[in-house]
């Protein structure tokens, strides 16, 4: 099983996830973020839970589906290429997307539901909750009754990083199928410092308050699933 989150921020856009797949009788670490360019330089960040098969073929198939463009890309064709990625009824993938024609990035989910149809959301920087979960029932809901303390879409990216990697590490330990270390990808929006991002350390002290507020989260989320 997977655990994995993206976060819209103030200047970008952070994906999250754990390093192990599983069978039926054995886990192992391995790498749950593909990085993806098409031919104008536009970037995709993929990610996913469910069926390892599935995610590796709709990985596949969106790369695939970036090589055939030749002119800039815009975001409908990115929406087309996910659409046709058909991850399944028991799969979700988070993208983060950076187009160079355009100057944020962007977090989308993408789901199949029970009649086939490929649904694209996006969490764009102005909704009031630019911020997704997929994994099992409970660690979703471990990551929204935790992040809803420590997630702020004015937060930078590199700190939400940060951030977000340890809250994850600590969901982990109660989301069964889950293990650390905690992958990531950061887009950055144009004007955006990149070179920074790994500068930045959570400073001591910081999440001082997490363990208190994470066994509260974590009560919450068992009452909830």
């Known amino acids: 099983m997977t655990i994995a989150a993206g976060f819209r921020c103030r200047d970008g856009v952070v994906l999250l996830v754990d390093s192990q797949h599983s069978t039926s009788n ?11 360019e098409s031919q104008d330089g536009s970037k995709v960040v993929v990610t996913g839970a469910g ?32 659409r ?9 993938l988070l993208l983060g997307i950076r187009l160079t024609a355009e100057k944020q990035a962007r977090l989308a989910r993408v789901q199949e539901d029970a009649q086939g149809n ?8 102005n909704s009031n909750d630019p911020c997704t979960f997929i994994g099992t029932e409970v660690a ?15 937060i930078p990216t590199l700190q939400m ?10 969901i ?8 650390p270390p905690i992958q990531s990808e950061c887009l950055i929006d144009e004007g955006g410092q990149p070179e920074g991002l790994n500068d930045f350390r959570v400073p001591d002290g910081y999440l001082s308050e997490s363990q208190d507020l994470f066994a509260h989260a974590v009560r919450n989320a068992l009452d909830y699933s």
């Open 140 to 154: 979703e809901a471990l990551c929204r009754e935790t992040f809803d303390y420590f997630y702020s879409s004015w």
């Open 161 to 170: 990083r940060e951030i977000g990697k340890q809250l994850l590490t600590h």
């Open 51 to 82: 069926d390892d098969a599935a995610i590796l073929q709709a990985v596949d198939l969106i790369r695939d589906g970036l090589g055939t463009f030749l002119k800039p890309l815009v975001i409908a064709d990115i929406e087309n290429i996910a």
């Open 118 to 125: 490929v649904r694209v959301n996006h969490f764009l920087p």
């Open 26 to 36: 054995m886990k192992y670490p391995g790498d749950k973020l593909w990085n993806l």
């Open 172 to 179: 982990c330990e109660y989301a069964q199928w889950c293990w």
């Open 84 to 92: 046709e990625s058909k991850p399944g009824l028991e799969t979700t």
